[in-house]
């Protein structure tokens, strides 16, 4: 391969990647300022309440997310990668630009709260085939022994997005007080999102097709895709129980985090963003080493490994942080829980590719990431929040972790015997 061909290949995962990184940058803005959100679009007497109306608007974004898979992502196996992935930047930059400029509730009653829902259901349902559309052109565009570094980079440029999120979280909580963010300047990094959105379109406009879309001589109809997707169902419940583990683990160490460290453990502000800064760096070194490890070993061995280190340390870890917790143990076990999922994640996103049938690669993957997203992973700082408050027990967001790691364990020893690879 010349350098020519080598430098138009890392153009392209930058391509491809970026419009990712915005999708992930809008989620996570919602969830680090969802406290400031609720007060703006939910005020209630009760701060529980709030907080919750605002976590379950994020969670419900994630419940269109199986809508725009099927929709979407049939749309991408049927006119190709680039169309889909131009025409899912589209429908994100509109719900992100409908959150930024909202005016509260204060202002405009009722019809606040539901522009806000409504931009949330569509960043969801673009969302629904971005990381199926993302993972699917990366994986095609790799050769086969690279497939998991590549393919690797989708879920790297998400811990770029955190990363940058939590950095832009640390400078606004330093030169903004309290009540200030909590007014209006946790509208500034939605507004910086959008400035973003004319960038992204500028560098996907030139993405090419991929070669291995357009060198098929048949591209199925939506019906004949939505009949070889049931007739699949085993692969993407299969597919769908791999993924569980991937969306609840990244929700908690990354969109929860900040909300856990100030709201229930009582930690400054900026400890928990730089907890998170921390995260998301250490989430990329670990996606991008096992998905590059696993093109040598395979995928099922870290698979395996990654969900039983889960399984017997996620609650041990949570309780010993909440016993005694502090900026120096939330670093640790966050750490901890980031080598865990990101060990796991590297080789999961490419091990999804390689399991569905070509014809329906985009849609099977969209649709079991999005059955995951939607009922487990969007839903974790919500359900974190209940756990913590029905309980007394800090630690109790543990269990649904390891509830995680058992799905993707039990999807992983399904698919050794049931899944044949698609390739």
């Not at 049939?74 to 930024?100: F, K, P, V």
Request: charged share 10%; aromatic share 12%; proline share 4%.
């Amino acid at each position: 391969m010349t350098p020519s061909t080598n430098a138009q290949k890392i153009w392209n995962v930058v391509q491809v990647s970026s419009g990712n990184f915005l999708e992930m940058y809008d989620f996570f803005v919602f969830a680090y300022y969802a406290s400031a959100i609720g007060k703006t679009f939910f005020p209630s007497d009760s701060e529980f309440a709030t907080l919750m109306m605002s976590f379950m608007t994020f969670g419900v974004g994630f419940l269109m997310r199986p809508l725009g898979a099927v929709v979407l992502g049939s749309y991408i196996d049927q006119h190709g990668r680039r169309a889909g992935l131009m025409l899912t930047l589209a429908l994100m930059s509109i719900g992100t630009i409908s959150i930024a400029f909202t005016p509260g509730y204060a202002s405009i009653g009722i019809i606040a709260p539901i522009i806000v829902v409504c931009g949330r259901l569509l960043q969801g349902f673009s969302a629904g085939a971005e990381l199926g559309g993302v993972s699917v052109y990366l994986s095609e565009m790799a050769t086969p022994k690279t497939k998991g570094f590549v393919v690797s980079w989708q879920s790297g440029s998400q811990q770029i997005a955190v990363v940058f999120v939590a950095l832009v979280g640390v400078l606004l909580s330093k030169y903004f007080s309290p009540p200030q963010l909590d007014s209006w300047a946790w509208r500034i990094p939605f507004v910086i999102g959008c400035v973003i959105i004319p960038l992204i379109f500028a560098i996907r406009k030139s993405l090419t097709e991929t070669e291995e879309f357009s060198a098929r001589q048949n591209h199925p109809k939506a019906g004949e895709i939505l009949r070889t997707l049931a007739s699949n169902w085993r692969i993407v419940i299969t597919a769908m129980l791999l993924v569980v583990m991937s969306t609840v683990s990244f929700y908690f160490i990354t969109a929860y985090t900040p909300t856990f460290g100030k709201e229930v453990l009582k930690l400054d502000a900026i400890a928990s963003l730089i907890v998170t800064v921390c995260v998301g760096a250490t989430n990329l070194l670990w996606v991008v080493a096992a998905g590059a490890l696993s093109d040598r070993i395979g995928r099922t061995p870290i698979l395996i490994t990654a969900t039983t280190l889960g399984i017997f340390t996620f609650y041990p870890a949570l309780a010993w942080l909440t016993g005694s917790p502090s900026f120096t143990s939330l670093l640790a076990v966050e750490l901890w829980f980031s080598l865990i999922y990101g060990v796991y994640n590297g080789a999961a996103i490419v091990y999804l590719t390689e399991i569905m049938p070509v014809k329906v690669r985009t849609v099977g993957f969209s649709v079991a990431y999005s059955l995951a997203a939607a009922f487990f992973g969007g839903f974790t700082p919500a359900v974190s929040t209940f756990l913590i408050h029905e309980s007394g027990n800090r630690a109790m967001p543990a269990v649904w972790l390891t509830f995680a790691a058992v799905c993707g364990l039990t999807g992983t020893l399904i698919s050794m015997r049931t899944a044949k690879a698609a390739n």
